[in-house]
């Protein structure tokens, strides 16, 4: 028994190092099935500009002092960038809403652990549902 050790584990090692075998024919994405955001949700909408292939894309909305420090958040989303435009929708409740703070909604762009893009603050000053457009991402500092 003790020969074929050796043997079984040099099989299970090529199996595991092998690729893993391509599809027979392309899957067709599904179609995008617009969810209804719930009656007590708001949400911002909009898309993101072309955020690279692989990336891990983190959108916030966030309560911040005076220092453009982060207090409070209200609502986050993480999406995964394709290298094309990149459509979000991030709810968040309105009655968690500061009145006459300042709400911002931010974004960062990672890639293999490394901060590559970012998007300049926006302000967002009612708790009410809005469709941003397309939101352009600046290179990271």
Same mark, same amino acid.
């Given at each position: 028994?003790?020969?074929?050790?050796?043997?079984?584990?040099?099989?299970?090692?090529?199996?595991?190092?092998?690729?893993?075998?391509?599809?027979?024919?392309?899957?067709?994405?599904?179609?995008?099935? #617009? !969810?209804? $955001?719930?009656?007590?949700?708001? #949400?911002?909408?909009?898309?993101?500009?072309?955020?690279?292939?692989?990336?891990?894309?983190?959108?916030?909305?966030?309560?911040?002092? /005076?220092?453009?420090?982060?207090?409070?958040?209200?609502?986050?989303?993480?999406?995964? /960038?394709? /290298?094309?435009?990149?459509?979000?929708?991030?709810?968040?409740?309105?009655? $968690?809403?500061?009145?006459?703070?300042?709400? #911002?909604?931010?974004?960062?762009?990672?890639?293999?652990?490394?901060?590559?893009?970012?998007?300049?603050?926006?302000?967002? $000053?009612?708790?009410?549902?809005? !469709?941003?457009? $397309?939101?352009?991402?600046?290179?990271?500092?």
């Amino acid at each position: 028994m003790r020969p074929y050790i050796p043997l079984l584990l040099a099989g299970l090692l090529a199996a595991c190092s092998s690729e893993p075998p391509a599809p027979a024919k392309p899957v067709a994405p599904s179609p995008k099935v #617009e !969810a209804a $955001t719930p009656a007590h949700l708001r #949400e911002l909408s909009g898309v993101l500009q072309q955020p690279p292939a692989g990336s891990e894309v983190e959108l916030a909305l966030l309560q911040v002092d /005076g220092r453009d420090r982060p207090l409070r958040l209200l609502g986050s989303q993480l999406l995964n /960038g394709n /290298g094309d435009p990149l459509p979000f929708r991030l709810l968040f409740n309105p009655e $968690t809403f500061p009145r006459g703070e300042r709400v #911002e909604l931010r974004a960062r762009v990672s890639q293999s652990g490394r901060l590559i893009q970012r998007l300049n603050p926006l302000l967002i $000053t009612q708790p009410e549902s809005r !469709a941003l457009g $397309t939101l352009q991402l600046v290179p990271a500092p």
